[in-house]
């Protein structure tokens, strides 16, 4: 789950980074979640302000998608998440021997 829609190329960078080796074909899968500032702790709060300020200085045509997520989300609370996400999860349990 993510605050971020999602990137292809993110995604493969995530998943190249994050599962090498006997991890490399394993499964995942990406839905979008919340975004709720008053729900997260002073750290990440100050974070992701602090990331707001730097994206606020780039020119909004260079935007990445989650850079324009980010800046669309300041100060409101957002709720991305849908029952479909789960589908792709639920297709691979029904269509593995398990």
């Given at each position: 789950m993510g605050a971020s829609p999602y990137d292809k190329k993110a995604f493969d960078?995530?998943?190249a980074y994050?599962?090498?080796?006997?991890l490399k074909d394993i499964p995942i899968f990406y839905g979008r979640g919340?975004?709720?500032e008053s729900k997260m702790s002073f750290?990440?709060?100050s974070l992701c302000k602090l990331l707001q300020k730097v994206i606020a200085?780039?020119?909004?045509?260079?935007?990445?998608p989650w850079m324009?997520?980010?800046?669309?989300a300041k100060g409101k609370k957002c709720d991305w998440t849908d029952r479909k996400y789960i589908e792709p999860i639920?297709?691979?349990?029904?269509?593995?021997?398990?």
């Open positions: 960078e995530i998943k994050n599962l090498k080796d006997d919340t975004w709720d750290k990440d709060r200085k780039k020119d909004p045509e260079t935007y990445e324009k997520a980010l800046v669309l639920i297709d691979y349990i029904k269509n593995e021997n398990i």
